[in-house]
């Protein structure tokens, strides 16, 4: 079995804080266009080589205006990253590191880890799939990837419209004043039915999940890594928010192609099933 970590599956990521935090070690630093504490002095470093920053061969052209989902992608395309920090929308560092143990930093950013993709299990048959007829593909929005969502911003704005707010424990500003909410029957802040038991301590994680949970959730906030806003509107306009938090929004399961017959996938024998992990 190779000893290699898995392909990352580009677009997923869990966040794991969000505020004056980071990892701790090496790291490549788009702005600055180097690659920082690379030089070995950090276990479990997975780049080494460098001087304590930059040195021969460890120096690249700047980027300077990277957005969160373009830093996502670069780590899933540069070897040995596990990690990524974003920092006011457009600062993006590259944790080369196999965990994330986290330090103080001078700025608010945020912190997310690449999730690989899940192994499909074998079976010791052939699998049929009966796909079905075009004119019985449902109409609905695909059910949401749970884990998988994309950074759209991080800072001091957020989505505007109707939202559930965890931590106030009522719904706002779904009483359809606003075009797209996919939730109407509230007053401007609560109302009848629109009220429920607080939740005060909710990370991004948990905040994700949470979203993909809730009926008409497209997006979410993150404040400080405990605060969670799930928004529930069908398209993201920013407006400034008094915090600075993190913006995302959910990434729906792709939908397979219709096939006018069942399709057949022969699976291998367990004998012959291959040691090595999928992509």
Known sequence: VSSE???????????LFSGHQTCKGCYKDLFAG???YCNGSYAGATKTGCNWSGGAGCTFPAERNVSPAQCQKKCADEPGCNYFTTYYGYICNLY??????LESSGAPGVVSELVPCPSPEPSASPTVIASAEPSQVSSEKPSM????ATQLFSGHQTCKGCYKDLFAGRYNYCNGSYAGATKTGCNWS???????PAERNVSP???????????????FTTYYGY????????SCKLESSGAPGVVSELVP???????????????AEPSQVSSEKPS
């Open 190 to 196: 609560g109302g009848a039915g629109c009220t429920f």
């Open 227 to 234: 605060i969670c806003n799930l928004y529930l509107m069908d």
């Open 96 to 101: 080369l590191m196999d965990s994330c143990k």
């Open 253 to 267: 399961c792709p939908s397979p192609e219709p096939s006018a017959s069942p399709t057949v996938i022969a699976s």
């Open 205 to 219: 994680a948990q905040c994700q999940k949470k979203c993909a949970d809730e009926p008409g959730c497209n997006y």
């Open 34 to 36: 180097r690659y920082n």
């Open 5 to 15: 970590k898995p392909s990352m599956c580009i677009g997923s990521a869990t966040q």
């Open 145 to 148: 990837c749970i884990g998988s």
